[in-house]
């Protein structure tokens, strides 16, 4: 089951970090990845793995990612409602947009909007552009989303009342 589990995950390296210590002998180098992992049907997580070797880091990332996964609303393959996320400086404003529009969004948001499974949305890096932090606002802004069946449960209506929009 692990290697179907395995084959039906999306996963995308963000970012590759070289960084450096001093010590008495000279530098000494290790790596630093984000990665975000998601099965493209509204399931997504990010994870930061550390290690003296690229490859290592990017394995512990993953798995961190994998740990980090949770559902999310999604509707026709974009999302139910406008959304601002937020994560220290960094803003991240998602709307949803027709079929056939496609992604338009940066780097660091695109990569965990395709992970989720999203094909059609407009999103806006605002504030900060560390990546870190973009990631962390596009799965906080995903984690405000809401079903319309969760809004009309909520108003006490029934979803046709509620599904205004119509893509």
């Not at 404003?93 to 059609?120: C, H, N, T, W, Y």
């Amino acid at each position: 089951m692990a290697e179907n589990e395995k084959s039906d995950l999306i996963e995308k390296v963000i970012e590759v970090k070289r960084v450096s210590k001093v010590v008495k002998g000279g530098r000494r180098f290790s790596f630093s990845a984000l990665v975000v992992v998601g099965d493209g049907k509204g399931r997504v997580g990010a994870g930061m793995g550390k290690a003296n070797e690229v490859i290592e880091a990017v394995r512990k990332g993953t798995e961190k990612a994998k740990k980090a996964m949770n559902p999310y609303s999604l509707y026709k393959n974009s999302i139910p409602h406008q959304v601002i996320g937020k994560h220290g400086a960094a803003k991240v404003l998602m709307k949803p947009s027709q079929p056939g529009s496609g992604i338009i969004s940066s780097g660091a948001v695109r990569a965990v909007v395709e992970a989720f499974g999203i094909s059609d949305i407009n999103a806006k890096a605002l504030g900060s552009a560390n990546v870190h932090n973009l990631v962390h606002a596009t799965l906080n802004g995903l984690q405000q989303l809401k079903s319309f069946g969760e809004i009309a449960e909520r108003r006490n209506k029934s979803l046709e009342e509620v599904c205004l929009i119509d893509f």
